[in-house]
């Protein structure tokens, strides 16, 4: 089974049900990071990392004897990546795609692909905790191909926990697609609130179950719960606003860890998603 966390906005506490649940299940279970941007599970999980690996996406090298500046290259691409000016082509691969439609209506023959580095991928253990995550390189704009690499390491045999990058924009779309079900972490206040209708739109055009965690869950107002009652949308856990919690998480540890109590109330949220997906 695999269980997207997200969150319409960030600082909500996403993270932070993530590796706590991922931690709270035990043993067959593995935790991605798919936060490719600022990647921060690692800082609370402490994995020890066994394996590194650069991940590479094609883009277009165009061999200038063979170009006889057609410009059909220019013409399907959408993203303005490759273009012909004058009597010479030029390529921009902070723009490419990587979908080879220019390479594909060349008719010279004219296009091959290179790698360009996207980022790197790390893949440590704690325990019986199986931990991957990746890291976008410095300056590089698109990270879906590259969390969709780390979702390649989701296995068939395991309980799989994705900590998604917060908003409702592509990279978003890219970790929660195709999983069993979406946890949407939010905080009873009306940027929360604003921000969690636009997740459950997302969630809803996927067509994926979801469920509600509350952070800090008495501050603020009622709007949330009336707005989860109106959709329907199950309040699965209640995280209350804790100095306790609050100076943990500034250190890097673990509400199960400091508070071994919660322990059972995330087993508990993982016991109601796995009913809520066999149901």
Same mark, same amino acid.
């Given at each position: ?35 490719? %941007?600022?990647?921060?599970?690692? !800082? ?14 094609? &883009? ?28 010479? &082509?030029?390529?921009?691969?902070? !723009? ?53 690499? &780390?979702?390649?390491?989701?296995? =068939? ?20 697609? =195709?999983?069993?079900? &979406? ?54 856990? %209640? ?29 508990? !949220?993982?016991? =109601? ?7």
């Amino acid at each position: 089974m695999i269980i997207s966390i997200a969150s319409g906005k960030g600082g909500t506490g996403k993270t932070t049900v993530a590796t706590n649940l991922a931690l709270s299940i035990g043993e067959g279970v593995q935790l991605l990071d798919c936060d490719v %941007e600022e990647p921060n599970a690692h !800082l609370f999980v402490r994995p020890k990392f066994k394996r590194t690996e650069t991940v590479f996406i094609p &883009v277009p090298v165009v061999d200038d004897k063979k170009c006889n500046l057609c410009g059909k290259c220019g013409e399907i691409c959408q993203f303005k990546a490759i273009v012909v000016i004058g009597d010479t &082509v030029l390529s921009f691969p902070e !723009l490419c795609h990587s979908c080879g439609g220019c390479m594909a209506v060349c008719p010279e023959d004219a296009i091959k692909e290179t790698g360009r580095e996207l980022g790197i991928i790390q893949k440590g253990f704690l325990n019986g905790l199986e931990f991957v995550h990746g890291k976008l390189r410095v300056g590089e704009a698109m990270s879906p191909p590259l969390i969709r690499e &780390v979702r390649t390491f989701s296995r =068939d045999d395991k309980i799989t926990i994705i900590d998604a990058p917060p908003g409702t924009s592509c990279p978003v779309i890219a970790s929660m697609k =195709d999983t069993d079900f &979406v946890l949407l972490v939010t905080e009873p206040t009306p940027f929360g609130l604003h921000d969690l209708k636009l997740a459950v739109g997302a969630v809803k055009l996927l067509g994926i179950p979801c469920g509600l965690v509350i952070n800090r869950s008495d501050i603020g107002d009622r709007k949330v719960k009336a707005y989860a009652k109106s959709e329907n949308l199950p309040i699965l856990m %209640e995280i209350p606003f804790n100095r306790k919690i609050a100076e943990a998480y500034s250190r890097g540890e673990m509400i199960v860890e400091i508070m071994p109590e919660f322990k059972e109330k995330f087993v508990k !949220l993982y016991q =109601d998603v796995k009913e809520l997906v066999n149901s």
